[in-house]
Protein backbone atom coordinates (compact mmCIF):
# COMPACT_ATOMS: atom_id res chain seq x y z
CA UNK A 1 0.00 0.00 0.00
CA UNK A 2 3.25 2.60 0.43
CA UNK A 3 4.32 2.33 -2.53
CA UNK A 4 0.98 2.55 -4.45
CA UNK A 5 0.12 5.70 -1.83
CA UNK A 6 3.71 7.10 -3.56
CA UNK A 7 3.06 6.55 -7.09
CA UNK A 8 -0.61 8.39 -6.48
CA UNK A 9 0.01 10.48 -3.20
CA UNK A 10 2.22 13.99 -3.10
CA UNK A 11 5.48 12.26 -3.96
CA UNK A 12 4.68 10.96 -7.37
CA UNK A 13 6.62 13.69 -8.95
CA UNK A 14 9.50 12.84 -6.75
CA UNK A 15 12.76 11.75 -8.97
CA UNK A 16 14.26 8.52 -8.69
CA UNK A 17 16.68 7.73 -6.19
CA UNK A 18 19.30 7.37 -8.30
CA UNK A 19 22.94 9.25 -9.09
CA UNK A 20 21.92 11.03 -12.00
CA UNK A 21 18.69 12.02 -10.59
CA UNK A 22 19.58 13.72 -7.36
CA UNK A 23 23.07 14.83 -9.16
CA UNK A 24 25.34 13.02 -6.95
CA UNK A 25 27.90 11.84 -10.07
CA UNK A 26 31.48 12.91 -9.95
CA UNK A 27 31.80 16.50 -11.20
CA UNK A 28 34.96 18.72 -11.87
CA UNK A 29 34.58 22.63 -11.62
CA UNK A 30 37.70 24.09 -13.05
CA UNK A 31 38.61 26.73 -10.69
CA UNK A 32 39.75 30.11 -12.15
CA UNK A 33 42.61 31.59 -10.79
CA UNK A 34 45.45 34.30 -11.90
CA UNK A 35 47.79 31.49 -12.35
CA UNK A 36 45.61 29.81 -14.98
CA UNK A 37 43.38 32.50 -16.68
CA UNK A 38 46.56 34.72 -17.46
CA UNK A 39 48.96 32.54 -19.11
CA UNK A 40 45.81 30.89 -21.37
CA UNK A 41 45.11 34.33 -22.34
CA UNK A 42 48.16 34.90 -23.50
CA UNK A 43 49.03 31.98 -25.21
CA UNK A 44 45.70 32.60 -27.02
CA UNK A 45 46.57 36.14 -27.85
CA UNK A 46 49.74 34.37 -29.35
CA UNK A 47 48.33 31.64 -31.17
CA UNK A 48 45.70 33.93 -32.44
CA UNK A 49 48.51 36.25 -33.57
CA UNK A 50 50.48 33.66 -35.35
CA UNK A 51 47.54 32.35 -37.69
CA UNK A 52 46.25 34.95 -38.29
CA UNK A 53 49.17 35.99 -39.81
CA UNK A 54 50.16 33.31 -41.60
CA UNK A 55 46.84 33.61 -43.45
CA UNK A 56 47.26 37.06 -44.35
CA UNK A 57 50.84 36.23 -45.54
CA UNK A 58 48.81 33.12 -47.64
CA UNK A 59 46.27 35.67 -48.68
CA UNK A 60 48.70 37.84 -49.77
CA UNK A 61 50.40 35.23 -52.44
CA UNK A 62 47.34 35.36 -54.43
CA UNK A 63 46.92 37.42 -57.38
CA UNK A 64 43.28 38.64 -58.24
CA UNK A 65 42.28 41.52 -60.88
CA UNK A 66 38.92 42.78 -61.33
CA UNK A 67 37.06 44.68 -63.64
CA UNK A 68 34.08 46.96 -63.74
CA UNK A 69 32.90 46.18 -66.95
CA UNK A 70 28.78 47.61 -66.49
CA UNK A 71 29.33 50.93 -68.71
CA UNK A 72 32.85 50.11 -69.73
CA UNK A 73 34.17 50.50 -73.55
CA UNK A 74 31.66 49.31 -75.62
CA UNK A 75 29.63 47.71 -72.96
CA UNK A 76 27.99 51.36 -72.34
CA UNK A 77 25.76 50.64 -75.52
CA UNK A 78 24.39 47.54 -74.27
CA UNK A 79 23.73 49.54 -71.03
CA UNK A 80 22.07 52.15 -72.29
CA UNK A 81 19.93 49.71 -74.56
CA UNK A 82 18.81 47.55 -71.99
CA UNK A 83 17.56 50.80 -70.01
CA UNK A 84 14.30 50.58 -72.77
CA UNK A 85 12.17 47.45 -71.29
CA UNK A 86 10.87 46.79 -74.98
CA UNK A 87 14.65 45.60 -75.53
CA UNK A 88 14.75 43.05 -72.62
CA UNK A 89 15.48 39.88 -73.90
CA UNK A 90 17.20 40.82 -76.90
CA UNK A 91 20.78 40.09 -76.67
CA UNK A 92 23.68 42.52 -76.85
CA UNK A 93 27.19 42.07 -77.78
CA UNK A 94 30.53 44.11 -76.44
CA UNK A 95 34.12 44.13 -75.72
CA UNK A 96 36.18 45.43 -73.07
CA UNK A 97 39.82 45.89 -72.97
CA UNK A 98 42.62 45.58 -70.21
CA UNK A 99 45.97 44.87 -69.44
CA UNK A 100 47.79 42.31 -66.86
CA UNK A 101 50.91 44.03 -65.59
CA UNK A 102 52.16 41.03 -63.99
CA UNK A 103 51.77 37.41 -64.93
CA UNK A 104 49.11 35.00 -63.08
CA UNK A 105 51.09 32.40 -62.44
CA UNK A 106 49.48 28.85 -61.83
CA UNK A 107 45.81 28.03 -62.02
CA UNK A 108 43.65 30.96 -62.55
CA UNK A 109 39.94 31.35 -61.94
CA UNK A 110 37.30 32.97 -63.98
CA UNK A 111 34.99 34.60 -62.04
CA UNK A 112 31.43 37.07 -62.66
CA UNK A 113 30.52 39.23 -59.63
CA UNK A 114 27.22 40.85 -58.98
CA UNK A 115 27.03 43.97 -56.95
CA UNK A 116 24.03 45.40 -54.84
CA UNK A 117 21.81 41.88 -56.17
CA UNK A 118 20.59 40.32 -52.62
CA UNK A 119 20.00 36.65 -53.14
CA UNK A 120 19.55 36.22 -49.68
CA UNK A 121 16.20 37.42 -49.13
CA UNK A 122 13.88 35.03 -47.77
CA UNK A 123 11.14 35.45 -50.15
CA UNK A 124 13.61 34.87 -52.84
CA UNK A 125 15.64 32.02 -51.19
CA UNK A 126 12.10 29.78 -50.85
CA UNK A 127 10.99 30.65 -54.21
CA UNK A 128 11.80 27.26 -56.00
CA UNK A 129 11.18 23.66 -56.26
CA UNK A 130 13.98 21.43 -55.25
CA UNK A 131 12.05 17.96 -55.88
CA UNK A 132 11.75 19.18 -59.28
CA UNK A 133 15.15 20.47 -59.74
CA UNK A 134 15.84 16.60 -58.40
CA UNK A 135 14.15 15.23 -61.44
CA UNK A 136 11.06 13.69 -59.61
CA UNK A 137 8.28 13.46 -62.85
CA UNK A 138 5.44 14.53 -60.72
CA UNK A 139 6.79 18.25 -60.04
CA UNK A 140 8.50 19.13 -63.46
CA UNK A 141 4.54 19.68 -64.61
CA UNK A 142 2.93 20.30 -61.13
CA UNK A 143 6.24 22.87 -59.64
CA UNK A 144 5.51 23.56 -55.91
CA UNK A 145 3.35 27.05 -55.27
CA UNK A 146 6.59 28.54 -52.99
CA UNK A 147 7.25 28.77 -56.93
CA UNK A 148 4.69 31.43 -57.25
CA UNK A 149 4.97 33.67 -59.20
CA UNK A 150 6.76 32.16 -61.45
CA UNK A 151 4.85 28.61 -61.47
CA UNK A 152 2.96 29.21 -65.12
CA UNK A 153 2.97 31.18 -67.61
CA UNK A 154 0.05 33.22 -68.80
CA UNK A 155 -1.03 30.43 -71.04
CA UNK A 156 -1.11 27.61 -67.48
CA UNK A 157 2.08 26.04 -68.64
CA UNK A 158 4.24 25.31 -66.11
CA UNK A 159 7.48 26.37 -66.04
CA UNK A 160 10.53 24.44 -65.32
CA UNK A 161 12.64 25.42 -63.57
CA UNK A 162 10.25 27.52 -61.86
CA UNK A 163 10.82 30.34 -58.89
CA UNK A 164 12.06 33.60 -58.79
CA UNK A 165 16.07 31.95 -58.23
CA UNK A 166 15.77 30.48 -61.15
CA UNK A 167 14.25 33.31 -63.49
CA UNK A 168 16.67 35.17 -62.63
CA UNK A 169 20.22 33.21 -63.54
CA UNK A 170 22.63 35.31 -64.31
CA UNK A 171 23.15 34.92 -67.94
CA UNK A 172 25.55 36.97 -69.59
CA UNK A 173 28.42 34.78 -71.16
CA UNK A 174 32.20 35.75 -71.64
CA UNK A 175 34.67 35.37 -74.72
CA UNK A 176 38.77 35.78 -73.17
CA UNK A 177 41.44 36.82 -75.58
CA UNK A 178 45.26 37.42 -75.01
CA UNK A 179 47.05 39.89 -77.40
CA UNK A 180 50.89 40.04 -75.48
CA UNK A 181 51.50 43.15 -77.36
CA UNK A 182 50.29 45.31 -80.42
CA UNK A 183 50.93 43.63 -83.80
CA UNK A 184 50.93 40.14 -81.85
CA UNK A 185 48.61 37.30 -82.86
CA UNK A 186 45.63 37.12 -80.86
CA UNK A 187 45.14 33.95 -79.01
CA UNK A 188 41.71 32.55 -77.37
CA UNK A 189 42.25 32.18 -73.65
CA UNK A 190 40.69 28.68 -73.30
CA UNK A 191 38.43 27.76 -70.45
CA UNK A 192 37.69 24.52 -68.99
CA UNK A 193 33.27 25.13 -68.08
CA UNK A 194 32.66 21.85 -66.53
CA UNK A 195 33.79 20.83 -63.25
CA UNK A 196 32.85 24.29 -61.55
CA UNK A 197 29.52 23.25 -59.55
CA UNK A 198 29.83 21.35 -56.12
CA UNK A 199 30.02 17.75 -56.57
CA UNK A 200 26.87 17.61 -54.05
CA UNK A 201 24.91 19.78 -55.88
CA UNK A 202 25.98 18.46 -59.39
CA UNK A 203 25.56 14.92 -58.45
CA UNK A 204 22.96 14.61 -55.87
CA UNK A 205 20.44 17.99 -55.96
CA UNK A 206 20.43 18.25 -59.29
CA UNK A 207 18.92 15.57 -61.64
CA UNK A 208 17.45 15.67 -64.87
CA UNK A 209 14.11 13.45 -65.12
CA UNK A 210 14.29 10.08 -66.07
CA UNK A 211 13.97 9.34 -69.87
CA UNK A 212 14.18 6.42 -72.13
CA UNK A 213 16.64 5.94 -74.25
CA UNK A 214 14.91 6.87 -77.54
CA UNK A 215 13.87 10.37 -76.18
CA UNK A 216 15.34 13.67 -76.10
CA UNK A 217 15.84 15.94 -73.41
CA UNK A 218 13.64 17.84 -75.53
CA UNK A 219 10.76 15.50 -75.40
CA UNK A 220 11.03 14.86 -71.45
CA UNK A 221 10.37 18.96 -71.20
CA UNK A 222 8.07 19.17 -73.64
CA UNK A 223 4.58 20.92 -71.68
CA UNK A 224 6.89 22.96 -69.91
CA UNK A 225 8.44 26.41 -70.78
CA UNK A 226 11.11 28.45 -70.02
CA UNK A 227 11.27 31.42 -67.01
CA UNK A 228 9.69 34.26 -68.73
CA UNK A 229 13.34 36.50 -68.69
CA UNK A 230 15.31 33.72 -70.37
CA UNK A 231 16.10 33.25 -73.74
CA UNK A 232 16.57 29.83 -74.11
CA UNK A 233 14.68 26.36 -72.87
CA UNK A 234 16.23 24.77 -70.38
CA UNK A 235 17.54 21.82 -72.14
CA UNK A 236 19.27 24.39 -74.72
CA UNK A 237 21.24 26.11 -72.01
CA UNK A 238 24.47 24.94 -73.61
CA UNK A 239 23.99 24.33 -77.24
CA UNK A 240 27.49 23.09 -77.65
CA UNK A 241 27.52 20.23 -75.13
CA UNK A 242 24.20 18.08 -75.22
CA UNK A 243 25.39 16.48 -71.49
CA UNK A 244 25.69 20.03 -69.72
CA UNK A 245 21.60 21.00 -70.58
CA UNK A 246 18.59 20.62 -68.79
CA UNK A 247 18.54 20.86 -64.51
CA UNK A 248 22.43 19.07 -64.43
CA UNK A 249 24.01 22.89 -66.44
CA UNK A 250 27.12 23.96 -64.53
CA UNK A 251 26.11 27.52 -64.58
CA UNK A 252 22.41 27.45 -63.44
CA UNK A 253 23.60 24.94 -60.66
CA UNK A 254 26.11 27.68 -59.26
CA UNK A 255 23.76 30.16 -59.87
CA UNK A 256 21.20 27.86 -57.91
CA UNK A 257 23.32 28.32 -54.78
CA UNK A 258 22.82 31.31 -53.42
CA UNK A 259 25.16 34.02 -52.13
CA UNK A 260 25.09 35.55 -48.20
CA UNK A 261 26.21 38.80 -49.09
CA UNK A 262 24.68 41.26 -51.91
CA UNK A 263 27.79 41.90 -53.67
CA UNK A 264 29.42 38.25 -54.67
CA UNK A 265 31.15 36.51 -56.98
CA UNK A 266 30.12 32.85 -58.48
CA UNK A 267 32.58 31.10 -60.66
CA UNK A 268 32.31 30.97 -64.69
CA UNK A 269 35.42 29.24 -65.28
CA UNK A 270 39.28 28.14 -65.00
CA UNK A 271 42.15 28.60 -66.93
CA UNK A 272 43.52 25.38 -69.29
CA UNK A 273 47.31 25.28 -68.92
CA UNK A 274 47.51 22.47 -71.79
CA UNK A 275 48.83 24.92 -74.61
CA UNK A 276 51.09 27.84 -75.00
CA UNK A 277 51.53 30.39 -73.92
CA UNK A 278 49.02 29.77 -71.04
CA UNK A 279 50.86 26.66 -69.41
CA UNK A 280 52.18 28.44 -66.38
CA UNK A 281 49.14 31.03 -65.92
CA UNK A 282 48.29 33.89 -67.38
CA UNK A 283 51.05 35.72 -69.35
CA UNK A 284 51.21 39.50 -68.83
CA UNK A 285 49.88 41.75 -71.69
CA UNK A 286 46.71 43.05 -73.38
CA UNK A 287 43.66 41.15 -73.18
CA UNK A 288 40.21 41.47 -74.15
CA UNK A 289 36.99 40.07 -73.24
CA UNK A 290 33.71 39.96 -76.29
CA UNK A 291 30.77 39.99 -74.13
CA UNK A 292 27.59 38.77 -74.62
CA UNK A 293 25.34 41.46 -72.65
CA UNK A 294 21.95 40.32 -71.44
CA UNK A 295 22.02 40.18 -67.88
CA UNK A 296 20.14 44.27 -66.95
CA UNK A 297 21.19 45.61 -63.32
CA UNK A 298 20.21 49.46 -63.80
CA UNK A 299 16.58 48.35 -62.30
CA UNK A 300 18.32 47.23 -59.07
CA UNK A 301 21.18 50.17 -59.08
CA UNK A 302 23.48 47.04 -59.46
CA UNK A 303 26.92 46.45 -61.23
CA UNK A 304 28.82 43.54 -63.02
CA UNK A 305 32.30 42.55 -62.69
CA UNK A 306 34.72 39.81 -64.28
CA UNK A 307 37.30 39.20 -62.28
CA UNK A 308 40.84 36.72 -62.71
CA UNK A 309 42.10 35.42 -59.55
CA UNK A 310 44.55 32.82 -58.24
CA UNK A 311 44.07 30.66 -55.18
CA UNK A 312 45.90 29.03 -52.90
CA UNK A 313 45.53 26.09 -49.94
CA UNK A 314 43.21 28.79 -48.39
CA UNK A 315 41.27 29.36 -51.37
CA UNK A 316 41.24 33.16 -52.54
CA UNK A 317 41.88 36.81 -51.92
CA UNK A 318 39.82 37.07 -48.88
CA UNK A 319 41.36 39.03 -46.01
CA UNK A 320 38.08 38.56 -44.05
CA UNK A 321 39.29 35.57 -41.74
CA UNK A 322 43.15 36.44 -41.54
CA UNK A 323 41.52 39.66 -39.79
CA UNK A 324 39.13 38.66 -37.84
CA UNK A 325 42.24 36.45 -36.62
CA UNK A 326 44.31 39.49 -36.19
CA UNK A 327 41.92 41.58 -33.83
CA UNK A 328 41.19 38.76 -31.85
CA UNK A 329 44.59 38.30 -30.84
CA UNK A 330 44.30 42.53 -30.46
CA UNK A 331 41.25 42.19 -27.82
CA UNK A 332 42.38 39.32 -26.07
CA UNK A 333 45.64 40.34 -25.61
CA UNK A 334 44.73 43.90 -24.48
CA UNK A 335 41.99 42.61 -21.72
CA UNK A 336 44.93 40.41 -20.51
CA UNK A 337 47.03 43.11 -20.10
CA UNK A 338 44.18 44.79 -18.12
CA UNK A 339 43.55 42.03 -16.14
CA UNK A 340 47.31 41.91 -15.28
CA UNK A 341 47.00 45.24 -14.02
CA UNK A 342 44.25 44.55 -11.60
CA UNK A 343 46.05 41.60 -10.37
CA UNK A 344 48.95 43.35 -9.89
CA UNK A 345 47.44 46.36 -7.70
CA UNK A 346 44.72 45.00 -5.94
CA UNK A 347 45.13 40.71 -5.54
CA UNK A 348 49.19 40.23 -5.73
CA UNK A 349 48.57 40.91 -2.05
CA UNK A 350 45.85 39.33 -0.57
CA UNK A 351 45.56 42.25 1.97
CA UNK A 352 44.52 44.37 -0.62
CA UNK A 353 41.64 41.92 -1.69
CA UNK A 354 39.90 42.60 1.74
CA UNK A 355 40.15 46.65 2.25
Not at 10 to 38: E, I, K, Y
Not at 210 to 235: C, D, H, I, M, R
Not at 277 to 283: H, K, R, V, Y
Request: net charge positive; hydrophobic share 40%; aromatic share 14%.
Amino acid sequence: MGKEAAKTGPLAHRPDNSAFMQQRLPAWSPMLTTSTVLPFMYCMAVLCLVVGVSLLITVQGTQEMKLDYTEAGTCNNCFQSLKNVSNAGKSCSCRVVFTLEHEFKGDVFFYYGLQNFHQNLRKYMDSRDDAQMVGRKQNLKNPSSYCEPYIRDEKDVPIAPCGAVANSMFNDSFALQYQGQPGDPINTVPLYRKGIAWYTDENVKFRNPPKNKSQTLAQVFEGTTSPPYWQKPVYLLDPLDATNNGFINEDLIVWMREAAFPNFKKLYGVLVRTQEPFTNGLPAGNYSIDIVYNFPVQYFKGRKQVVLSTVTWFGGQNRFLPIAYLVTSGLVFIIAIFLTVIWWKFGKDAKNMNE
